[in-house]
């Protein structure tokens, strides 16, 4: 039984991603995509570089070799439009459940060189549907699916699958440190990235439920020495819950040369409060870590406290999260895992050591469990945290993203017809989190790896789009 179980548990899993060859024409056009394709698929970099050579002059490979580490190499799935220097179609993803859109031109003359080539991610083609799946079903898909990702390598982390509050499936693969062979747990502290974010954004909400904020008000009202007054003065608290302060990021040159003398949130603040917003508040939408960072600092101002001690005890203390926190990284904290990560070059995994801030921020960087994460959900859902008004106004979408989703306040809305999730994710080098939450079905995903993005949302994504609604 247990055979044909995990059979037919691999049945299911691939189901849908096999499909007949599709056949490049033979144009021009059509060679060279196929050219291409082969040698990114190989991953082979001396085969990346002889393509550069001879076809595709402008190619830069050590960016193809980042892209193929991030893709797992593509398959094709349909030719949508073919001229003889020119093509358009359809990708998938090796393994994966991401499709994108390729064009794909060519010079007339021979050898007919590479002009301009492109792939933009597309959600799921109606013609390439998915067959509906029972909940047992999917749970012997998703373990079949972890298994072959961790024994590849793509994985490493845990897993977690709730509804109506009962845990479904809670497992970990792959190791936490590699130097002492110690394996992930369903215990372990993960670095979570961005999720932070949800934390962030239930606190101001708490403080605005209770009167001591208004969604209105101007940034300055709270950081009242707030070195650029055009941002203080036009950027709200609302503004900068929903990415549309234009308050810019805090990676890049600064932050690598200043990245140890970091250690509070006033420091972001010396650093990066001088600039002038990058757009007309409320004018766009436009992700921004260092909004984050000033609503971590509008919390301090007015709760008196910390922000690490404000969530702890407004947040994770209700919630009954007792393994997640921000503490410095120099600090020992138990049953952290290490992050791994294959840096720019996309070589062997490495720690990640030297990417890390001096500790945790508003904005992202700290650690949890799947465990933690799902009683976060729990006590969002069940108003531990806030109110019904305060909780619906903290996950409904305020603001259109680029890529046609919609973002609330330190959450994503994915919601839609009765159908969808809400949540966040986050990643960085050696550290992808993904937490949905489905309030129609009762289902919460949670999901956690100690490895470059995608390791994390690769597994979210393969259930948010199979799970029973």
């Known amino acids: 039984m247990k055979k044909q179980s995990v059979a037919l548990a691999l049945a299911v899993l691939f189901t849908g991603s096999i499909s007949a060859q599709v056949q490049l024409p033979d144009t021009p056009a059509g060679r060279q995509l196929s050219a291409w394709l082969?040698?990114?698929n190989s991953g082979d970099h001396a085969r990346l570089d002889r393509l550069r050579e001879t076809l595709h002059p402008t190619m830069d490979v050590a960016r193809e070799m980042r892209f193929r580490e991030l893709t797992g190499g593509f398959e094709l799935r349909a030719v949508e439009a073919s001229e003889p220097t020119a093509l358009s179609g359809i990708f998938q993803e090796k393994d994966s459940d991401q499709f994108g859109r390729f064009t794909i031109e060519v010079e007339a003359e021979a050898p007919h060189s590479i002009k301009a080539m492109g792939i933009?991610?597309?959600?799921?083609?109606?013609?390439?549907?998915?067959?509906?799946?029972?909940?047992?079903?999917?749970?012997?898909?998703?373990?079949?699916?972890?298994?072959?990702?961790?024994?590849?390598?793509?994985?490493?982390?845990?897993?977690?699958?709730a509804k109506n509050g009962e845990v479904l499936f809670s497992e970990a693969y792959g190791l936490a440190d590699r130097a002492k062979q110690a394996p992930n747990t369903v215990d372990t502290r993960?670095?979570?990235?961005?999720?932070n974010k949800m934390f962030t954004a239930?606190?101001?909400?708490?403080?605005?439920?209770?009167?001591k904020i208004q969604l209105s008000d101007p940034l300055g009202k709270y950081l009242t020495d707030y070195p650029?007054?055009?941002?203080?003065?036009?950027?709200?608290?609302?503004?900068?819950?929903?990415h549309t302060g234009g308050t810019g990021d805090i990676f890049g040159p600064e932050?690598?040369?200043?990245?140890?003398e970091l250690r509070t949130l006033d420091d972001y603040l010396k650093l990066y409060g001088g600039r002038a917003p990058e757009f007309d508040p409320g004018g766009k939408w436009a992700y921004s870590n260092y909004g984050m960072v000033l609503l971590g600092a509008v919390i301090e101002r007015v709760s008196g406290m910390s922000y690490y001690d404000y969530v702890a005890k407004y947040v994770y203390e209700?919630?009954?999260m007792i393994r997640s926190g921000s503490e410095p990284e120099a600090e020992a904290v138990s049953g952290r895992a290490i992050g791994y990560t294959k840096g720019p070059e996309g070589s062997e995994w490495a720690p990640n050591t030297d990417t890390l801030p001096y500790r945790g921020t508003s904005a992202g960087g700290g650690y949890s469990t799947v465990g933690d994460l799902l009683r976060f959900a729990n006590a969002l859902l069940s108003h531990k945290l806030l109110d019904a008004e305060h909780t619906e106004l903290l996950i409904t979408g305020k603001a259109e993203t680029p890529w046609g989703g919609r973002y609330a306040y330190g959450f994503e809305d994915g919601r839609k017809e009765g159908m969808g999730y809400v949540g966040h994710g986050g990643g960085a080098p050696g550290m992808n989190g993904d937490l949905k939450i489905y309030?129609?079905?009762?289902?919460?995903?949670?999901?956690?790896?100690?490895?470059?993005?995608?390791?994390?949302?690769?597994?979210?994504?393969?259930?948010?789009?199979?799970?029973?609604?």
Do not use: C, W
């Open 38 to 40: 082969e040698a990114f």
């Open 120 to 161: 933009r991610a597309i959600p799921r083609p109606a013609e390439f549907p998915l067959p509906a799946m029972s909940e047992g079903d999917l749970l012997q898909a998703l373990r079949a699916k972890l298994e072959t990702s961790a024994a590849a390598g793509r994985f490493a982390g845990a897993v977690l699958v």
């Open 190 to 195: 993960f670095r979570i990235g961005s999720m």
């Open 202 to 211: 239930t606190a101001v909400l708490q403080l605005v439920q209770v009167g």
């Open 228 to 242: 650029n007054q055009e941002l203080a003065t036009k950027a709200t608290i609302h503004h900068l819950l929903s």
């Open 255 to 260: 932050y690598r040369a200043h990245r140890q």
């Open 318 to 320: 209700p919630a009954g």
């Open 439 to 469: 309030p129609y079905s009762g289902y919460v995903v949670v999901v956690l790896a100690n490895l470059d993005p995608p390791a994390a949302q690769r597994i979210s994504s393969f259930l948010d789009l199979r799970l029973p609604q």
